[in-house]
Antibody
Framework: EVQLVESGGGLVQPGGSLRLSCEASGFDFNPYSMNWVRQAPGKGPEWLAYISGSSNTIYYAGSVRGRFTISRDNAKNSVFLEMYSLRDEDTAVYYC??????????????????WGQGTTVTVSS | EVVLTQSPGTLSVSPGERATLSCRASQTVTNNDLAWYQQKRGQAPRLLIYGASSRAAGIPERFSGSGSGTDFTLTISGLESEDFAVYYCQQYGGSLFTFGQGTKLEI
């Protein structure tokens, strides 16, 4: 079964740090680009970070650039999100998601076809 | 950054009816690279449509997507009870993803 399982969420004080992990199983992890996406209570999803299969290419959303770091360990089929200087507004469910590339004719389309169940991060004093 | 605006915020329909959900982009979506997701309470989003109009694997034919440029539509024909959920559109451009704020489909 294709699966992503996140861990590492919890309660943290403002200004604190946290490291999230996401372990993949059921598919060949190495070639796939991975993403972290969060969803605050009652809000739509917010894409946070992207890492290519080889870790050569990394992108961040402006809201977390400089505070969050994405990385991966292909030997462990895992992707990570290190979060620093956490703020109240970082409170959310954090998901890892596999990026998929679908081709129609000569055009590639990108979306996220496999998601974990999410891990909850609460930033509060 | 492309901003996606979904309407309506909430749509009340009955089982068996057709639902039409809208997603409008603040600028042209590159290659019409627009996807739709379904999210039920307590679950992760589930990919329904990619490339504006192609169904993802295992998605029933009653789900269809259309549109181009800045205006996109998700249509669900013959609504079933399991379809009542929140739906999000998402675009990909410049190596970044952005999501809409969602439309809640309720009975």
């Amino acid at each position: 079964e294709v699966q992503l399982v996140e861990s590492g969420g919890g309660l943290v004080q403002p200004g604190g740090s946290l490291r999230l992990s996401c372990e993949a199983s059921g598919f060949d992890f190495n070639p796939y680009s991975m993403n972290w996406v969060r969803q605050a209570p009652g809000k739509g999803p917010e894409w946070l970070a992207y890492i290519s299969g080889s870790s050569n290419t990394i992108y961040y959303a402006g809201s977390v650039r400089g505070r969050f770091t994405i990385s991966r360990d292909n030997a462990k089929n895992s992707v990570f999100l290190e979060m620093y200087s956490l703020r109240d507004e970082d409170t959310a469910v954090y998901y890892c998601a596999r990026r998929t590339r679908m081709i129609r004719g000569v055009i590639s389309f990108y979306s996220m076809d496999v998601w974990g169940q999410g891990t909850t991060v609460t930033v509060s004093s | 950054e492309v901003v996606l605006t979904q309407s309506p915020g909430t749509l009340s329909v009955s089982p068996g009816e057709r639902a039409t959900l809208s997603c409008r982009a603040s600028q042209t979506v590159t290659n019409n690279d627009l996807a739709w997701y379904q999210q039920k309470r307590g679950q992760a989003p589930r990919l329904l449509i990619y490339g504006a109009s192609s169904r993802a694997a295992g998605i029933p034919e009653r789900f269809s997507g259309s549109g181009s440029g800045t205006d996109f539509t998700l249509t669900i024909s013959g609504l079933e009870s399991e379809d009542f959920a929140v739906y999000y559109c998402q675009q990909y451009g410049g190596s970044l993803f952005t999501f809409g704020q969602g439309t809640k489909l309720e009975i």
